[in-house]
């Protein structure tokens, strides 16, 4: 398990784009890529591309909040 980031010093802005990133989906941290970024009223969101489970779908693009954010490798 990864330790809580200080999401006050940890701004998805600071990076350079595209930044290859990794996103936790549904508890499980995945390789991707962070294409935008935006600060919302509920904090800050990315913008990023992985690749999905569903054959049917193999690469998904979503908004995701910060936390579900890392570029250090997560777990």
């Known amino acids: 398990m990864t330790e809580p980031v ?3 010093a940890y701004r998805l802005d600071r990076l350079q784009l595209p930044a290859h ?3 936790r989906i549904r508890g499980d941290w ?3 890529w962070l294409i935008g970024c935006d ?3 509920s904090g800050w969101h990315g913008l990023v591309q ?3 489970d569903d054959e049917n779908q193999p690469e998904t693009t979503r908004w995701l909040r910060a936390e579900e954010i890392t570029a ?3 777990t």
């Open 72 to 74: 250090d490798g997560g």
């Open 30 to 32: 995945r390789s991707g």
């Open 39 to 41: 600060r919302q009223l």
């Open 21 to 23: 990133v990794h996103v």
């Open 50 to 52: 992985y690749q999905d």
């Open 6 to 8: 200080d999401h006050d």
